[in-house]
């Protein structure tokens, strides 16, 4: 009964913290110890990016270096997994010195996999021993560091970068992406993206994104997100996909709700077997201020491979931005 109850709390929460009102002009900051610490950490990025971007030259005062950074805390149920909470950064240094090619990027680097509007944030993550934290799984997971060339083979048409740095903290890898949009017509564009990434100990880790979206009109647009993911690691090869198709209604300012379709499932003898299928919704909107969100999402997925039966699985994310 407490399970039960526990449950049901939580999933009060999300609607309630999806559904209160948001207005479009929500302040920047105030006078608040919570805006005393945003400013800090905004004035350490800009300290850190300002003596980087010496390291290189002579640094322009009318063209300063520059840094952003995600930190979201994911908050996850479903009833065989039960709680777990996933903290996530994900940050980058911009350097004028190096004609704004060369970034600084850190956190972690899955985020880099992801679509640029992805439809679905829900990832049913298990841990190990039943934990619904696992410190050194999540510390491993942020600890990426890397330097990354912009448009290192642009050619006017494909925007490319091209990583070199360290993962989960002893992870030497090389990084590479390429990504090209197609306008079709007024309403209808496409885009692929195609990473590769070869790291000592994960090896190779390969990733094609497509996604298509139809605008129906200004606040609307219907669209379709493919992935298509292959990891071969030691004696581990592995093939797998996943597609949300969806549509969202844009609210406001960084305010939309969403809900589709979300299907995932593995190749085996170059056939697209289905494991699992379900209807999504989901909502995001600031509070409070313009720099933190929050963001939840309501499914209803199976998973055959682990005979688990359709169930109600809940997220709700917090993030801040710097």
């Given at each position: 009964?407490?399970?039960?109850?526990?449950?049901?709390?939580?999933?009060?929460?999300a609607?309630?913290?999806?559904?209160?009102?948001?207005?479009?002009?929500?302040?920047?900051?105030?006078?608040?110890?919570?805006?005393?610490?945003h400013?800090?950490?905004?004035?350490?990025?800009?300290?850190?990016?300002?003596?980087?971007?010496?390291?290189?030259?002579?640094?322009?005062?009318d063209?300063?270096?520059?840094?952003?950074?995600?930190?979201?805390?994911?908050?996850?149920?479903?009833?065989?997994?039960?709680?777990?909470?996933?903290?996530?950064?994900?940050?980058?240094?911009?350097?004028?010195?190096?004609?704004?090619?060369?970034?600084?990027?850190?956190?972690?680097?899955?985020?880099?996999?992801?679509?640029?509007n992805?439809?679905?944030?829900?990832?049913?993550?298990?841990?190990?021993?039943?934990?619904?934290?696992?410190?050194?799984?999540?510390?491993?997971?942020?600890?990426?560091?890397?330097?990354?060339?912009?448009?290192?083979?642009?050619?006017?048409?494909?925007?490319?970068?091209?990583?070199?740095?360290?993962?989960?903290?002893?992870?030497?890898?090389?990084r590479?992406?390429?990504?090209?949009?197609?306008?079709?017509?007024?309403?209808?564009?496409?885009?692929?993206?195609q990473?590769?990434?070869?790291?000592?100990?994960?090896?190779h880790?390969?990733?094609?994104?497509?996604?298509?979206?139809?605008?129906?009109?200004?606040?609307?647009?219907?669209?379709?997100?493919?992935?298509?993911?292959?990891?071969?690691?030691?004696d581990?090869?592995?093939?797998?996909?996943?597609?949300?198709?969806?549509?969202?209604?844009?609210?406001?300012?960084?305010?939309?709700?969403?809900?589709?379709?979300?299907?995932?499932?593995?190749?085996?003898?170059?056939?697209?077997?289905?494991?699992?299928?379900?209807?999504?919704?989901?909502?995001?909107?600031?509070?409070?201020?313009?720099w933190?969100?929050?963001?939840?999402?309501?499914?209803?997925?199976?998973?055959?491979?682990?005979?688990?039966?359709?169930?109600?699985?809940?997220?709700?994310?917090?993030?801040?931005?710097?």
């Amino acid at each position: 009964m407490q399970k039960r109850n526990r449950t049901a709390l939580f999933i009060l929460a999300a609607c309630i913290s999806s559904m209160a009102a948001a207005e479009d002009t929500l302040p920047a900051t105030g006078n608040t110890w919570v805006d005393t610490q945003h400013g800090k950490v905004q004035g350490t990025l800009k300290r850190w990016s300002h003596n980087m971007d010496g390291w290189f030259g002579e640094t322009d005062p009318d063209n300063p270096a520059s840094a952003n950074l995600r930190v979201m805390v994911d908050t996850e149920w479903n009833k065989y997994d039960e709680f777990s909470v996933t903290p996530r950064i994900r940050g980058r240094v911009k350097l004028p010195v190096l004609q704004q090619k060369l970034n600084v990027v850190f956190g972690d680097d899955s985020l880099d996999d992801e679509f640029r509007n992805e439809a679905s944030n829900y990832r049913n993550r298990t841990y190990r021993d039943d934990k619904s934290y696992d410190y050194r799984t999540n510390r491993d997971q942020n600890s990426s560091i890397a330097l990354r060339w912009n448009e290192l083979f642009n050619n006017g048409t494909v925007d490319t970068d091209f990583d070199i740095g360290i993962r989960s903290g002893s992870d030497l890898y090389a990084r590479a992406k390429a990504e090209k949009d197609w306008q079709i017509n007024d309403q209808l564009v496409t885009g692929l993206e195609q990473i590769y990434r070869y790291g000592s100990k994960s090896e190779h880790h390969v990733r094609t994104n497509w996604d298509t979206r139809h605008q129906e009109d200004a606040k609307t647009f219907i669209a379709n997100q493919l992935h298509v993911q292959y990891e071969h690691e030691g004696d581990r090869e592995e093939w797998t996909w996943g597609n949300n198709t969806y549509r969202q209604h844009d609210l406001g300012t960084a305010r939309y709700v969403n809900y589709g379709l979300h299907t995932h499932g593995h190749i085996e003898d170059k056939k697209f077997k289905l494991n699992t299928y379900g209807p999504f919704v989901g909502y995001r909107q600031p509070v409070w201020r313009k720099w933190l969100f929050v963001q939840t999402e309501v499914n209803y997925l199976n998973d055959r491979k682990e005979d688990r039966d359709h169930t109600i699985g809940t997220l709700v994310r917090l993030e801040a931005l710097f």
